[in-house]
């Protein structure tokens, strides 16, 4: 796994990150891929789906040999300090609706130029790679809400989530 290019922050104590490319939404943006330290992540529930038949009066319920899932992928991170994530977000959404949210800009190619591949990829404790998710042809669905808290005790850590829809994925063990 090649993570060359990314600002990311290797001295938090997360242990997930998710990677995305922000070169395709920001050409001018200095790093390849922006990273996501994230402090909630759920892997999407998969559904095998069956039909049930009988069998001498009796109910068996028997796989039908297809598969789904919600497609729809959460994430919640630490926020950086000069919410360039946030900026990310909202620029890639602008890229897909027009600001005042009346439609497709003129440039959008319906097939491609929104869709982005997401890596998710857990760390061991010593920031080393134990596997990897890549999700395809994602596009953001909704930017979460901010919210600061006063506190006197500690640092103040702002978190904040986005949700993305996917087309499919694939695992990449290391």
């Not at 090649?2 to 939404?25: E, F």
């Not at 994430?75 to 027009?98: C, G, K, P, R």
Request: aromatic content about 16%.
């Amino acid at each position: 796994m090649s993570i060359q290019g990314t600002n990311l922050n290797l001295a938090t104590t997360v242990r997930w990150i998710a990677l995305i490319p922000w070169q395709y939404i920001d050409t001018n943006y200095k790093s390849i891929n922006t990273a996501f330290n994230l402090t909630s992540f759920s892997l999407p529930e998969v559904t095998l789906g069956s039909n049930e038949i009988s069998n001498f009066g009796y109910p068996i319920e028997f796989p039908n040999y297809t598969i789904t899932t919600n497609k729809i992928l959460t994430f919640e991170y630490v926020l950086s300090t000069d919410f360039h994530q946030y900026q990310m977000l909202w620029n890639w959404a602008s890229n897909i609706v027009v600001k005042d949210g009346s439609g497709a800009p003129a440039h959008i190619n319906e097939n491609s130029s929104f869709r982005l591949p997401i890596r998710f990829i857990a760390l061991t404790e010593f920031k080393k790679p134990i596997f990897e998710i890549l999700y395809k042809d994602c596009w953001i669905k909704e930017i979460g809400n901010i919210s600061w808290d006063y506190q006197d005790d500690a640092a103040p850590v702002i978190k904040h989530s986005f949700t993305c829809a996917y087309a499919n994925f694939d695992f990449i063990t290391h």
